[in-house]
């Protein structure tokens, strides 16, 4: 059989298994089942009705509303071909190389090239859906807006689908090249450096900006051109993000440029080339790449435990006393939150997302003092404030939903070796949210207090947001905990595809919602300062104020107690398990 022939075996075995398996959860939760359609409908509308107003005030600034309107698809684009590339690397990185999976598909009659391509598709497709649903809405309302024709939609839909193959097929290349020719070393020191060098090259910009901006002040001239240079990345004609935005501009203008045949003809033929080299690095370089892999693990493993023989004497002599943590909580909870914490830090996929998310929140945060000195009234201040807090909410509920909700389920076939241990698995379920709480909120306390130290709103208001982000950081944990137990994909070792089945998705709009409501809640308590323009610090003695208090407190707990209590509930039917 050929290449194509077997891969297409395996696509439809994939596809009816999707198709069992969507039946059966719609059969079996149709409160839900329709509870995810009409939040998916509402974010379709809600997100078209914002992108459309956003649009349209950008496009109603004088002199420069259409320059910005392109220039923001641009930036847009370029984000998007960053994070696919790094999403689908880190994807097939899990998929082929630390599943078991990919171990059966290598026993059957497959040639590793179908292996290796049918890999690649189905991280491509696991990364590139989230994607194309934020860009639906956002391009339907830029389409309007310009009045295109009807053409215009199925020329955008193919020239995206080109995109999201090439910027997919570049992850999986980088991956295969990296691991196949690097060692962990070289790779580690290779992202050290491009770390220290975006670093450096972001605290040489923003030091270069606030010295222009002291010798020659903030006007709204400088400011656009700031605006532009600093987005110039954006418009590279080497980038295939450039290519599918500058594309999607020019159709959208009444008189076509060059752009219109050039651009949409280079994403073709590098997409077609990026699948030729996909097809010649699964036939040469994949196997290699994958015993490599394990050979540098078993190595590693070796040599950890190289002159190691655990003996009782050298046990005791290495832990004569115990540690801080087991006098706090008892050397069973402190084995195991040692086994989360060395297990998160042992896979690069997870701490290189987490460090890089929290890493570009406190950039951020740190560029807010330049706005300090640009405001002048509270109700702005206080607006970036409220803004920053959001942003900071929706990383947060990002992170927990991606990380924190797989977590009961990657315990997979495993999970009766906890079961046996001298915890009952409500317990370890009570330990994964009080550890993952503490070390996401803490992270975000920090960032909320470099915020409202730049800012300089006073230690009453950052002592406000912080225990605000704290109090979500609580709230969005025991959710994802709660639901992860709920939910559990036991089978299933990718924590990517356990985050895209109906449990993570449902984590995600119940987070979603959860901050919502608290958000607003929160700004009904500080509605003096946007109604008022001043700043009252006695704002906590009002009755009114004190029952949005109580009600800040009593969501938080309905929505971290109330999920932890239905597992509870549903882990007595498996503590049966340790009895057998």
């Not at 998929?95 to 497959?110: A, E, G, K, V």
């Not at 040599?303 to 004569?320: E, I, N, Q």
């Not at 998310?357 to 640009?374: D, H, K, P, T, W």
């Not at 906590?540 to 208090?549: A, E, V």
Request: aromatic share 12%.
């Amino acid at each position: 059989m050929s290449t194509w022939s077997q891969w297409l075996i395996l696509f439809r075995i994939h596809i009816r298994m999707l198709g069992v398996k969507t039946v059966v959860a719609a059969r079996r939760s149709k409160l839900m089942t329709a509870t995810i359609a009409c939040f998916l409908v509402g974010y379709m509308v809600a997100s078209y009705w914002l992108f459309r107003e956003g649009l349209q005030y950008v496009a109603a600034l004088p002199a420069a509303g259409a320059l910005l309107s392109d220039r923001l698809i641009h930036v847009m684009f370029f984000c998007f071909l960053v994070m696919l590339v790094f999403s689908v690397a880190v994807t097939t990185y899990i998929s082929l190389y630390r599943n078991r999976d990919t171990r059966w598909l290598l026993s059957l009659p497959l040639s590793h090239r179908t292996i290796f391509l049918w890999k690649c598709f189905e991280s491509a497709a696991f990364s590139s859906w989230g994607l194309a649903f934020i860009l639906a809405p956002l391009l339907l309302a830029f389409a309007r807006m310009r009045e295109v024709p009807p053409g215009f939609f199925l020329k955008t839909t193919l020239v995206l689908i080109v995109f999201l193959s090439l910027a997919s097929a570049l992850g999986a290349l980088l991956l295969v090249t990296a691991v196949r020719w690097l060692n962990r070393r070289q790779i580690v020191i290779g992202l050290g450096v491009l770390a220290v060098f975006l670093i450096a090259s972001a605290v040489r910009t923003g030091l270069q900006d606030r010295e222009i901006v002291q010798e020659t002040g903030l006007s709204a001239a400088l400011t656009f051109q700031r605006v532009l240079h600093h987005t110039g990345i954006t418009v590279n004609r080497a980038l295939p993000g450039t290519w599918v935005a500058a594309s999607i501009v020019d159709w959208t203008r009444p008189h076509r440029s060059y752009a219109s045949a050039l651009y949409p003809t280079l994403l073709v033929s590098h997409g077609l080339m990026a699948v030729l080299l996909l097809y010649f690095a699964g036939g040469r370089w994949f196997y290699s790449s994958w015993n490599r892999s394990f050979q540098h693990s078993a190595a590693s493993a070796l040599k950890r435990d190289r002159g190691k023989v655990p003996t009782a004497a050298s046990v005791l002599a290495r832990y004569p006393n115990p540690s801080f943590l087991a006098h706090l909580v008892g050397r069973p909870l402190a084995a195991i939150s040692r086994k989360d914490f060395l297990t998160f830090f042992r896979e690069p996929a997870q701490w290189v997302q987490f460090s890089l998310v929290f890493g570009l929140l406190a950039i951020y945060s740190s560029g807010l003092r330049q706005m300090n000195g640009e405001m002048e009234q509270p109700r702005d201040l206080y607006l970036v404030a409220f803004l920053n807090l959001a942003v900071c909410a929706l990383a947060l509920s990002t992170l927990t939903t991606r990380f924190v909700f797989p977590q009961f389920s990657l315990e997979g076939r495993r999970l009766w070796i906890l079961a046996m241990s001298p915890l009952q698995l409500p317990s370890i379920v009570m330990q994964k949210f009080v550890t993952s709480t503490l070390g996401s909120g803490v992270l975000v306390i920090a960032i909320l207090c470099i915020s409202g130290y730049n800012l300089r709103i006073g230690l009453a208001d950052s002592v406000f947001f912080a225990s605000a982000v704290a109090c979500l950081a609580i709230g969005l944990n025991g959710l994802a905990v709660g639901l992860g137990v709920l939910f559990p994909n036991l089978q299933e070792s990718n924590a990517a595809k356990i985050v895209s089945g109906f449990g993570g998705t449902l984590c995600l709009v119940g987070s979603f919602i959860y901050i919502l409501i608290f958000l607003l809640l929160l700004a009904y308590l500080r509605w003096d300062i946007f109604q008022s323009n001043t700043v009252d610090p006695e704002w906590y003695r009002s009755p009114s104020r004190q029952w949005g208090l109580l009600a800040l407190l009593f969501l938080t707990f309905a929505v971290s107690a109330g999920p932890l209590f239905f597992s509870r509930k549903k882990l007595k039917r498996l503590e049966i398990l340790r009895d057998l």
